[in-house]
């Protein structure tokens, strides 16, 4: 298993990639779709990673919490899947049901969004304020690796400054996971 950290590739203030991608539901989604959104949250994540899996709950409390205020998430597997057949677009189907997740499931097929974004690993988040501008990119808390508990929660802190109309504390804090399976 190759670990990375996520990289700065977009910067604070960016511009979301715009994509159009098929989501386990079967409709395509494009970032217009998300224009409502107070704050959006993009993730890379995948079904096969630990680090992901310890995520899940987490992502799931998030939407849960800040769904009425405004906030929409996003995750997007970017996996090849020929060597991962978990990270399949059934397997994002099977595992989303599963988990019972809360958000948007989209495939990458091309890998072209995480690109695009500059993610690295899994899970690599992506805060964007209302004019879905880059405000804050990394890791969910401070529980890196899996089995760790949590004693400082930045990815919750940073949502609850943009739905108030703040600047997060941080604008980076790298995440840690499974590297991003590149196509050959």
């Known amino acids: ?36 959104a107070k704050a959006l949250l993009i993730i890379f994540m995948c079904n096969h990673c ?13 939407q849960a919490k800040y769904k009425d205020k405004g906030l929409a998430i996003i995750g997007i597997n970017s996996n090849e899947s020929e060597n991962y057949p978990e990270d399949s677009f059934e397997g994002m189907a099977e595992t989303a049901k599963e988990k019972n997740f809360n958000f948007v499931y989209l495939h990458d097929k091309t890998q072209e969004v995480a690109k695009a974004y500059g993610a690295s690993c899994t899970p690599d988040p992506f805060l964007f304020d209302a004019e879905q501008k880059l405000v804050y990119h ?5 529980a890196l690796e899996p089995g760790q508990k949590a004693t400082e929660f930045d990815m919750d802190e940073a949502i609850a400054a943009v739905l108030e109309g703040k600047k997060p504390k941080h604008n980076f804090l790298y995440s840690i996971g499974c590297s991003i ?4």
């Open 50 to 62: 630990p680090y992901v899996k310890a995520k899940q709950e987490t992502i799931k409390n998030l």
């Open 1 to 36: 298993m190759t670990l990375l950290k996520s990289l700065e590739k977009l910067k604070e203030g960016d511009k979301a990639p715009d994509f159009n991608l098929k989501g386990i539901d079967g409709k395509n989604y494009a970032l217009n779709d998300f224009k409502d």
């Open 181 to 184: 399976k590149w196509k050959k």
């Open 138 to 142: 990394g890791r969910f808390d401070d």
